[in-house]
């Protein structure tokens, strides 16, 4: 015999007769491991669960108490507020920064590799910080000519509210980092669509906004989503400018009532809400500026 | 005498070293179609390309309908345009690439139909009646509400050709419309191309596709080292060859075909 057999196989199941085998009846392979991974975590989870309800630190109640807390929405408002102007005007930062540095004007794009290599640098918590002692550099800020006359002057302090030091702060920071992701974004748009679009007619405003930006969107948009909640949570930084944002105003009801826990938990809820709620309306613009991406769809 | 569509006058165009096009003379009259053939890295597509000011020249002039190209006369002398005029006269004529281009967010429709209504400012409403029926003209009035990625390459040409056609321009060029093409979508493409010359449309048109060019062309255009070689009837270049370097090129081609 030339061919070893193996033991338990009948010659026509190692040949394999006609219809004898269809891999559409193959059964799921068992996978033990599997099971008893699920059982440990079935395990810790129970733990967690009896932790987080039987532990009466965490006292729910307060937790439900305070959860729609007047100040407290109030504080949650102002954070998303500044959210919003953060981002917006980031990104206004930053289309300027791209359009400066895409111009071919050379000190311009100095200056944009300048500020973005400085406020990329600085932490946003010393910026806040530097932004709300501004007074001490320059007690009073007036609006004239470089070394010439001076139209008007106003004592710093008071244009230098928590509010401004934040926005100028956070803002500063933000379009640092817009200005990359825009940039990156634009540049992976195929110079070929630049040039069409030239060759049609299109000036550089419309080939820009509407012909590279609409398509740069589709990797500018999810950085830019993270930059969104990595500000939302930034705003926290403000507290310590005394703004009420949202972790303040929890902070100032614990203060009084040494509620420490509970009224976190109540800030950690609101940042959750609002962070899923961006993920949601994220992957809605990622597919509407999907069009044209894929091959199914209209045809 | 008449002016002819578009005028080339000893254009240079050199890129570090190398001269792309070195002292290029053209004319294209009225209703004519001139292809150019070549080998690659001859300079054909930068002709086109420099012609649709897509690239800057070095020196010589360019004419379009008499009207100098990007220049304006300025205290005896010449000085560049303003963008927005240079934007003018590149309206003034349709470009059809060798990658299409075709912008990948619009609809074939949108393709055809967003620069009658962004550039030339016409109605939208009139402007999609109208790249209706260009797609239809280019057999593909189906295919209106399609993406250019759902598309062939053939077809998506053929939406190229037609967002050409849209803005009524003086002179079509046509950067190699076929080379990316799987073989066996050239022909829709060539059948769109042969249609239009027999229209009297005013046409340049690159291309290594030798019989076509040799049955479509009024005139024809042999190019090696950014030089025009040869030029003359089809019959002439095709039959009658007098450079050896044009010889020598159609040889190569006969054997790569046959």
């Known amino acids: 015999m030339t061919v070893s057999s193996a033991p338990g196989l009948e010659a026509a199941d190692r040949v394999g007769r006609d219809g004898a085998h269809d891999v559409a009846t193959a059964r799921r392979r068992r996978r033990p491991v599997h099971w008893v991974l699920s059982a440990v975590l079935l395990l810790l989870a129970a733990q967690l669960v009896n932790f987080v309800i039987g532990n009466k630190s965490f006292a729910w109640p307060t937790v439900g108490k305070y959860l729609f807390e007047p100040s407290v929405l109030k504080g949650l408002g102002t954070s998303v507020l500044l959210t919003m102007v953060t981002i917006l005007l980031g990104t206004v930062i930053g289309v300027i920064c791209l359009a400066v540095s895409l111009s071919g004007y050379a000190p311009g794009r100095w200056l944009v590799h300048a500020y973005v290599a400085v406020f990329r640098s600085i932490p946003p918590l010393v910026q806040l910080i530097f932004w709300f002692n501004l007074a001490y550099l320059l007690p009073r800020l007036s609006l004239g000519v470089p070394f010439g006359p001076v139209f008007g002057s106003w004592p710093t302090n008071s244009l230098i509210s928590p509010l401004t030091a934040a926005i100028l702060g956070l803002s500063l920071h933000e379009g640092a980092y817009m200005a990359e992701i825009i940039r990156a974004g634009v540049l992976g748009v195929d110079e070929g669509q630049r040039v069409a679009a030239k060759a049609m007619g299109f000036n550089g405003r419309q080939t820009f906004f509407r012909i590279v930006l609409p398509q740069a969107m589709r990797t500018i948009i999810p950085p830019t989503g993270s930059q969104f909640i990595t500000i939302l949570k930034g705003t926290s930084l403000v507290s310590v400018i005394a703004m009420g944002d949202l972790l303040f105003s929890v902070q100032s009801i614990y203060n009084q009532t040494f509620e420490i826990v509970p009224l976190l938990t109540v800030a950690c809820f609101w940042y959750l809400v609002v962070v899923l709620l961006l993920s949601a309306l994220q992957r809605r613009l990622e597919k509407r500026f999907a069009r044209g991406h894929d091959r199914e769809g209209a045809s | ?258």
């Not at chain 2, 053929?158 to 849209?166: E, G, Q, Y």
């Open chain 2, 1 to 258: 005498m008449t002016v002819p569509v578009v005028r080339m006058d000893n254009v240079r165009k050199v890129f570090g070293e190398h001269a792309a096009l070195d002292g290029v003379d053209l004319e294209v009259a009225e209703g004519e179609t001139v292809v150019v053939i070549g080998p690659s890295g001859s300079g054909k597509s930068t002709l086109v390309r420099c012609l649709d000011q897509l690239e800057p020249i070095d020196s010589g002039a360019m004419y379009l309908d008499g009207e100098l190209l990007g220049y304006e006369e300025h205290r005896g002398g010449l000085r560049a345009l303003p963008e927005s005029r240079v934007s003018a006269q590149r309206r003034r004529m349709g470009m059809v690439f060798q990658q299409f281009n075709l912008f990948p967010h619009f609809t074939a429709l949108r393709n055809v139909s967003e620069a009658p209504v962004r550039v030339h400012g016409k109605p939208a409403s009139e402007a999609k009646l109208e790249a209706v029926e260009l797609l239809r003209r280019v057999g593909l009035a189906d295919k209106a509400q399609a993406y250019p990625r759902q598309l062939s390459g053939g077809q998506q040409q053929r939406v190229a050709i037609a967002r050409a056609l849209a803005t009524s321009p003086r002179i079509l060029l046509f950067d190699e419309p076929t080379s990316a093409l799987d073989p066996e979508l050239v022909d829709e493409v060539l059948a769109v191309l042969r249609r239009l010359a027999g229209q009297g449309n005013t046409m340049i048109i690159v291309t290594h596709e030798m019989s076509f060019a040799q049955e479509v062309a009024d005139r024809c255009l042999f190019m090696e080292n950014g030089r025009v070689v040869e030029e003359g009837s089809p019959e002439r270049i095709f039959r009658n060859p007098r450079s050896d370097r044009l010889r020598a090129f159609l040889s190569r081609y006969r054997q790569g075909v046959a």
